[in-house]
């Protein structure tokens, strides 16, 4: 069972940075990918960013594309995303992920294929 505790929302004016935490509660070497979702108030939950540990590779959802930037610490078992840019309409509780099933498709940056969800944490940008 993998524990995901994500760490670093909060206020910030539109144009401001912040920086998301998610610690996994055991090695990563038994998780493939690991990633941010996002579901906005009266919204459907959304991708935002996945990174497949065992090779490297990250995706960012075109709304987020050079603004935010997902990355990880493998000594720390946490992954991160750094939101520069903000805008009102990244509003929204950012939930940490995980996948301890090898990817297949396009598995790695849909909901379905992912196997925890941390509790969330929630990102308010003021305009």
């Known amino acids: 069972q993998v524990q995901l505790v994500e760490s670093g929302g909060g206020l910030v004016q539109a144009g401001g940075s912040l920086r998301l935490s998610c610690a996994a509660s055991?090695?990563?070497?038994?998780?493939?990918?690991m990633g941010w979702f996002r579901q906005a108030p009266g919204k459907e939950r959304e991708f935002v960013a996945t990174f497949r540990l065992n090779t490297g590779i990250a995706r960012h959802a075109d709304s987020v594309k050079g603004r935010f930037t997902i990355s990880r610490d493998n000594d720390k078992n946490t992954v991160y995303l750094q939101m520069n840019s903000l805008k009102p309409e990244d509003t929204a509780d950012y939930y940490c992920?995980?996948?301890?099933?090898?990817?297949?498709?396009?598995?790695?940056?849909?909901?379905?294929?992912?196997?925890?969800w941390g509790k969330g944490t929630l990102v308010t940008v003021s305009s």
């Open positions: 055991e090695r990563t070497f038994s998780i493939y990918t």
């Open positions: 992920v995980a996948a301890t099933r090898a990817p297949f498709g396009s598995s790695w940056y849909e909901a379905l294929g992912m196997d925890y």
